[in-house]
């Protein structure tokens, strides 16, 4: 599900709004790996499945880097503003890592608007994005994300 938003002012009035999840996203054994390489972060519990099956998850994880890389991909899932020249992530507050993500793992995006400001030329907005684990009882990531849209 989608919210969408017809232009960048009409964030300001939306300060506690749930936005609602992006699509599930499985995380297989190939994204880690490539993410291992993509940053030279080889360590062994996302890796190497036979010493991961040996370690304290009982198999190889996702980076937590990885998980919250994700939330770029999400986002655009979960909220669309119309009537903008550009927007642009701005950066991040608040990160957590509450639960590892088990290789075979699906998760999603959920988020709500924290806080929505003007700016210079645009609208300031924090989405708190909180990355869940099909079947897990804590989220993998909770992250504030800070985007700013222009008009």
Request: aromatic share 8%; glycine share 10%; charged share 20%.
């Amino acid at each position: 599900m989608t919210t969408t938003f017809d232009n960048p002012t009409a964030l300001l009035s939306a300060v506690g709004q749930h936005l609602g999840y992006s699509d599930w996203l499985e995380i297989d054994q190939q994204r880690i790996n490539q993410f291992a390489d993509a940053t030279g972060d080889h360590q062994w519990i996302h890796v190497d499945p036979q010493k991961a099956a040996e370690g304290p998850f009982g198999k190889t994880i996702a980076h937590g880097y990885l998980t919250l890389s994700l939330a770029n991909l999400f986002l655009p899932q979960i909220m669309e503003v119309k009537n903008t020249s550009m927007g642009v992530n701005y950066g991040c507050e608040k990160v957590r890592f509450p639960a590892a993500v088990p290789v075979g793992s699906r998760i999603r995006g959920g988020g709500e608007v924290v806080s929505a400001e003007e700016v210079k030329g645009g609208v300031q907005v924090v989405v708190r994005m909180t990355i869940e684990i099909d079947g897990g009882d804590r989220p993998a990531c909770v992250i504030d994300t800070i985007s700013r849209f222009f008009p």
